[in-house]
Structures are given as structure tokens and as C-alpha cells.
């Protein structure tokens, strides 16, 4: 090992965690978000890991040590339990003397090995890792100091073994070539090309393969492609053709025969048995997720949740938070992330830990259109349809009943608005931002006074923080005026000039509607507030 660099003389190597995992046959997907090194040794069974979205193959015997920051994914889709070890440590700069090199005062290196590492022989780096997690709740007196040395040994056991180049033996080149298989799926597996690479004959080849995996290398492939399949019928809306060639299938009939024989379902059948146990964490469009019939893990309800509507429901629904907790998320293990543009800055980090899928927000796009492209995700169009054909039904009878009533019609007017400042400013909204401008304006159909109606015009949907004395510009036109209560209410400008001269304030067409029933824009919220305002409407018949 003479001219290899280490940072061992100025950094400590403390343990934080040594843990035994297992993971049933068949078990569900585990996503962790790595804060400190962390070393897998894997113990018994197979199973795939991937890290940081590429894919590794988890089998007795086999060793990874992934950085800080790294997204872990673990699963095992096989037929025996998958039990490692998982320990973590910490590496940290300690204070050096004044007479240590410039060399070593500059900031250590990152830990010299990652990946996957060589450990053989695999009994004493077992018995390494066995004394490290028997001995991990000592924590005092001379046995805390002698798990420290232990974790020592082993860090210099791994370097031992993988900072100069070993011979391999053909047993390692085959688990060599295994392994290029989990990274790319998109190659043509041929065992001649695949023999030639690990140097020994095509019959050793096949037959250390199969002493390896259980499997051939064509099953072996087979498997590993339709799982990854599975993952994207998961998660996409992509045609089939899309789909098998991802895969590495460049024949779509033969991906869906092999798909039923593998899996006992054909890829749309299992599609829509699976994506009714969807796990979504839902930083956006949790509310249209809900309404369709599939309740998300996580939501940032922090911002989108509190409907008075969806609160039972909510109720039991992780709040990830505004700005989203990477580890919170990775813990609800999802099988998707819905998002619009809000989290644009988090989404390479976010689509470590599962599929993502993010939908811009357009001011220009309605809540029809959010409701049928969330339905195509999931699976589940009709959904959307149907919502969309039953509010239809519903805010032609509204209609029908306000004007009966005598009480309005579609050519009357209305402005929505919310005070702000301490009554020294307003927001105004348009037909597709919350606030029951959906019912308000395509509900009803009233009007929009022109200022408005260039706000819906434009895309923008809500202009905020505006002076007092601009009110009349917005809702001087305006037949009836609804008050948005988000915790300034119309108390604080009902001495204004300017408010008391509007024409809805003086013909008592005023409606204070609080946030919880009506700020919400999801299709259970909107509904209930359509109905809810024909009943406002109707008790103040004039």
C-alpha cells in the first residue's frame, strides 16, 4: 500500500450504529436517505440495492459502503429473506499541532473507498461485523474504547483489501459481469461475449453463474427487467413499447408473455391491481388525489391541507411540510412523489428516493385539467370524468335555483378579494386560485369585472398587496362582493370611504367566507362550496 494517501493521522472514525436488517421474501421496498457513511454487509439471501438510483445486486457475501448524502434504496424480491448488516460512523477532522506538514493541515480527502468492496475471506470479516453489533450497547468504561479499536480494525481490514488491484478468480469475474448486468439492463445478454469478459469458457461460465444465482443467465436477466418494469407501469403512463424497450425487451409481445409467465398477470392487469396501493407522498394535488379514491402517505400539508372538507380524511396523512423533509419522505417509502412548481428545486434530490413526477402549475390550466392529468397518472381517468360531469350537473342546478329565486342570474357581476395589512391592502382573485373562484365563476357563471377579469385572462390568477384605495378599480362593478377571512376580516376596512361606497356594500351583497370551508380547490372542497354559496345566496333573497 506504499503511496496511497490516507486522511486516518488527522481524522477520528467514530461509530454511530451497527444494526441487523431483514427483509422478508417479497418484502416492500425500504428508501433511507444516508447522512453518515454507511457499510452494508449482507449476511444471507439476494436482494437488489439501489444507490442513488444505480442498481447493485445484494447478495451473502457481498459488501457496499455509501457516502453521506446518498439515497439507499433496499429490496428483496426473491424468495428467501435478505438479513445485513448495516453500520454507520462518522469521520471527522481533529485539532493537529502546530508542527504537523501544511499537507496535513489541508482539509482531509472523503473517505478513500466506496461502492461495492472486496472482504474475503467472508467468515472473518462475518466475525468483525458480529462482535461490532453484539458489543454496540456497551457503552461505557473499556468496552466503549475497545469498540472503537474494533471499528478501526475494520476500516483497516477494507483497506487492506481493496486499495490495490487483487487477482480475480473466475468465480469473482462471473459476480463481476453480474453485477454490470444490474447497472444496464438495456444490454444484449450474450453468454459467449459475457464468458469472454470474465476469461474462462462458455460451460464454466453458465455453470458458476447458476452456482451463484440459482438462475441461468437468460432467467436471471429476464427477472431483473421485469422488475424494472413493474417499477415504471408503477409510476408512468408510458405505452407498452416504451415501457419493455426501458426494460431491455425489444419485442413488446414477447415482454407481455414474459411478464405473465413471470409475474401470473398480464402488465395491465397487474397495473391495475397495484396502483390501488399506490404510495404517493403528494407535495402538491394531495386534495384531487384523495377525491379519486387514493389517500396519499405524505402530504405538504402544511400549505394545501386544512379543508374542512378533507379533515378526517387528512387526519392520518404524514404533513412533510412546506419545505419537505427528504428523510421524513424517504421513510414513508413511496412508490411516487407528485409535484408542481414549487419543489423545482428540490427534484433531483426528491426523485432519489422514489419515481417523480412534476406537473408545472399554469394559471391557464383549470381544475378540470389537473383533476384528468392526475387521473391518467394514477390509472384511473374515469375518475376525473366523473367528477367533472357530476359538478356540471350540480352548478346547473344552483343556477337554476338562484335564479328562480330571483336573487341572480349569469349577467350579474362578482369580485372575490382578501384583506390584507391591517385593512390597508387586498388581494383580488380570479376564477382558478382557491377562494371559490371555481364556483363563483364557473359554477354560477357570474362575471368578472374587467380588472378581473384581465388577472383570469392572464394566467395569473390572483393579484396581491394592493393599495386600498385601488378597491373600487376591482369591485366597484361588482353585483356581489365575497370577503375571503384568512385572518383579516372586512371589520378592518368598514370605515374606509372606499368600502362604503361600493355598490355591493350599499345593496348588503356582501359574503365573509372563512379559509377552511372556502379557500380550498381541490374537487371535494369545490363542490361542497358550490352548494354551501347557493345556500348563502339563497338566505339573503332580496
Known amino acids: 500500500m506504499t503511496g496511497v494517501s490516507l486522511p486516518f493521522r488527522t481524522c477520528l472514525f467514530t461509530l454511530l450504529e451497527v444494526e441487523y436488517k431483514r427483509y422478508p421474501a417479497g418484502s416492500r421496498t425500504e428508501k433511507l436517505l444516508v447522512q453518515d457513511y454507511t457499510l452494508i454487509g449482507i449476511m444471507q439471501g439476494t436482494g437488489t440495492g439501489l444507490i442513488d438510483g444505480k442498481r447493485s445486486r445484494l447478495t451473502k457475501g457481498g459488501c457496499f459502503l455509501i457516502p453521506p448524502a446518498t439515497m439507499l434504496e433496499t429490496e428483496n424480491a426473491g ?71 474494533r471499528l478501526q ?98 419485442d413488446v409481445y414477447y415482454f407481455s408473455r414474459r411478464f405473465k409467465q413471470v409475474v401470473g398477470l398480464s402488465p395491465k392487469h397487474f397495473v391495475s391491481k397495484r396502483r390501488r396501493e399506490l404510495r404517493v407522498v403528494a407535495l402538491y394535488y394531495s386534495g384531487i388525489l384523495t377525491a379519486m379514491g387514493v389517500k396519499p402517505v405524505g402530504a405538504n400539508l402544511t400549505w394545501w391541507g386544512g379543508s374542512t372538507f378533507l ?13 419537505p423533509s427528504l428523510g421524513m419522505i424517504a421513510g414513508l417509502e413511496p412508490d411516487l412523489i407528485l409535484m408542481n412548481s414549487n419543489n423545482l428545486a428540490e427534484y433531483d434530490q426528491l426523485s432519489k428516493i422514489a419515481p417523480s413526477v412534476l406537473i408545472p402549475y399554469d394559471g391557464n390550466r383549470s381544475i378540470y385539467e389537473d383533476t384528468r392529468l392526475v387521473g391518467e ?98 369591485a366597484a362593478a361588482a353585483d356581489f362582493l365575497f370577503v375571503i377571512n384568512e385572518g383579516e376580516g372586512v371589520e378592518l376596512v368598514s370605515r374606509s370611504v372606499e368600502w362604503n361606497q361600493l355598490p355591493a356594500v350599499v345593496h348588503d351583497r356582501i359574503f365573509e367566507l372563512n379559509k377552511e370551508m372556502f379557500s380550498y380547490a381541490d374537487p371535494v372542497s369545490i363542490e361542497a362550496q358550490l352548494e354551501l354559496l347557493t345556500d348563502l345566496l339563497l338566505e339573503r333573497r332580496t
Open 79 to 149: 424468495a428467501e429473506e435478505l438479513g445485513l448488516y448495516r453500520l454507520t460512523f462518522r469521520m471527522k477532522r481533529v485539532e493537529v499541532s502546530e508542527c504537523e506538514s501544511a499537507q496535513e493541515l489541508a482539509p482531509p480527502e472523503l473517505f478513500p473507498l466506496a461502492g461495492k468492496l472486496n472482504i474475503q475471506p467472508f467468515g472473518q470479516w462475518s466475525t468483525m461485523l458480529g462482535e461490532l453489533h453484539k458489543y454496540e450497547s456497551q457503552g461505557e468504561g473499556l468496552e466503549s474504547f475497545k469498540q472503537h479499536i
Open 153 to 250: 480494525e475494520l476500516l483497516y481490514y477494507l483497506c487492506e483489501r481493496n486499495l490495490i488491484q487483487a487477482e480475480s478468480d473466475p468465480r469473482s469475474a462471473v459476480s463481476q459481469t453480474i453485477d454490470e448486468m444490474h447497472a444496464d439492463l438495456s444490454k444484449t445478454v450474450n453468454i459467449k461475449n459475457l464468458a469472454e469478459r470474465a476469461k474462462i469458457g462458455t460451460r464454466q461460465y453458465t455453470y458458476l453463474f447458476k452456482e451463484l444465482t440459482g438462475q441461468s443467465p437468460l432467467d436471471y436477466v429476464t427477472q431483473l427487467r421485469i422488475n424494472q418494469a413493474k417499477k415504471q407501469l408503477l409510476v408512468s403512463n408510458d405505452h407498452l413499447n416504451t415501457i419493455a424497450r426501458n426494460a431491455g425487451f425489444q
Open 377 to 474: 397518472l394514477i390509472n384511473n381517468p374515469r375518475a376525473a370524468e366523473q367528477f367533472i360531469v357530476r359538478y356540471e350537473k350540480k352548478a346547473a342546478l344552483s343556477r337554476a335555483k338562484i335564479a328562480s329565486a330571483g336573487i341572480a342570474n349569469e349577467s350579474k357581476t362578482a369580485a372575490i378579494i382578501r384583506i390584507e395589512g391591517n385593512g390597508s391592502m387586498f388581494s383580488v382573485f380570479g376564477d382558478n386560485y382557491g377562494r371559490s373562484g371555481w364556483a363563483i365563476y364557473r359554477g354560477f357563471q357570474f362575471k368578472a369585472p374587467r380588472k378581473v377579469q384581465q388577472i383570469i385572462e392572464s394566467g395569473a390568477q390572483v393579484e396581491q398587496r394592493l393599495p386600498i384605495r385601488l378597491l373600487p378599480e376591482y
Open 311 to 323: 379533515k378526517e380524511i387528512e387526519a392520518d396523512i404524514v404533513d412533510v411540510g412546506a419545505t
